[in-house]
Nanobody, 120 residues
Framework: QVHVVESGGGVVQTGGSLRLSCTAS????????MDWYRQAPGKEREVVAS???????SYADSLKGRFTNSRDNAKNTMYLQMNNLEPEDTAVYYC??????????????WGQGTLVTVSS
C-alpha cells in the first residue's frame, strides 16, 4: 500500500510565500509522475502542477510563473514553492502520485490535503 502525505500549508498574507511538501511511502518501485491539485471553497478540484520522474514540469496557465514544482526522487518527495501568493490561491492543496509498486502494479494515491489561506 502506498500513502502520500502533504505538509507546509498555513496562513500567509498577500504577496507572501509558502513551500508545500509531499512525501510518498510504502511499497513503491517507482513513481511515474506526481501532481499538485487544489480545491477552493465552492469550486472544483483543479490541477496546479505536474512533474515526471525525469523532472519535466507543467503548470496551470493561471499561475503566471509564481509556482515552482520540484522533486527529490531519492526521497520520493515533491515540493511546490509558491511565491507572490494571492487570495485566489486560497484552497486545499492535494498531492497525487502515479506509481508502480514492487509487484509491478500501477496505482495512484492521494493525500489528505493541506490548507493554504492567503489573507488580503
Amino acid at each position: 500500500q502506498v500513502h502520500v502525505v502533504e505538509s507546509g500549508g498555513g496562513v500567509v498574507q498577500t504577496g507572501g510565500s509558502l513551500r508545500l511538501s509531499c512525501t510518498a511511502s510504502g511499497n513503491i518501485f517507482v513513481i511515474n509522475f506526481m501532481d499538485w491539485y487544489r480545491q477552493a471553497p465552492g469550486k472544483e478540484r483543479e490541477v496546479v502542477a505536474s512533474i515526471t520522474g525525469g523532472g519535466s514540469t507543467s503548470y496551470a496557465d493561471s499561475l503566471k510563473g509564481r509556482f515552482t514544482n520540484s522533486r527529490d526522487n531519492a526521497k520520493n518527495t515533491m515540493y511546490l514553492q509558491m511565491n507572490n501568493l494571492e487570495p485566489e490561491d486560497t484552497a486545499v492543496y492535494y498531492c497525487h502520485a502515479d506509481f508502480l509498486d514492487d509487484g509491478a502494479y500501477r496505482g495512484e494515491a492521494w493525500g489528505q490535503g493541506t490548507l493554504v489561506t492567503v489573507s488580503s
